[in-house]
């Protein structure tokens, strides 16, 4: 794997890549050799492309490793959620067949090895409730609000 550390308005990140794509971003920096792949350079591009409002849909190949095959059906939901919008831990644990799962699709969230990318922030509890969230409330919000911001704006232009 080769890794990078991004500055974000959020903070470091941490980006790993394998040899079929992006494999991990989390929060905050490490202390693991930088590289120079290519890959990692764009990846870096998109998310400041996103946080600068400018790209709504990632376009990176991603390598999901692990994961329990409940976990994996909730992770490729997650990247059907539009850019914007939201569902609940409820509304998953519905689509990915077990409408009973919804704090298991809690779990799964906080398993994703791709922040940010494969949106989990876009998760929320019933009624909206702002719960849980692997980078902290505050930046989860920040996430939120940006892509509201830039949806709202989009819609009105």
Not at 13 to 38: I, K, N, W, Y
Not at 46 to 63: C, D, N, R, V, W
Request: charged share 20%.
């Amino acid at each position: 794997m080769h890794w990078s550390v991004v500055d974000s308005p959020i903070g470091d990140l941490t980006l790993a890549v394998d040899e079929t794509g992006l494999c991990r971003l989390h929060f905050g920096g490490t202390d693991r050799p930088q590289s120079g792949d290519p890959l990692l350079t764009e990846a870096a591009e998109q998310l400041k492309a996103y946080f600068a409002g400018e790209l709504q849909e990632f376009t990176l190949p991603l390598s999901v490793r692990g994961g329990s095959d409940f976990e994996r059906a909730v992770w490729k939901q997650l990247t059907r959620i539009p850019y914007g919008e939201m569902q609940t831990y409820g509304d998953v644990a519905k689509i990915v067949g077990d409408i009973g799962a919804a704090r298991a699709v809690g779990t799964a969230c906080n398993r994703n090895p791709i922040a940010i990318v494969v949106p989990c922030h876009r998760v929320v509890g019933a009624g909206g409730k702002l719960v849980g969230f692997g980078g902290g409330l505050p930046t989860k919000r920040h996430l939120l609000e940006l892509e509201a911001r830039i949806a709202l704006e989009t819609m009105w232009t």
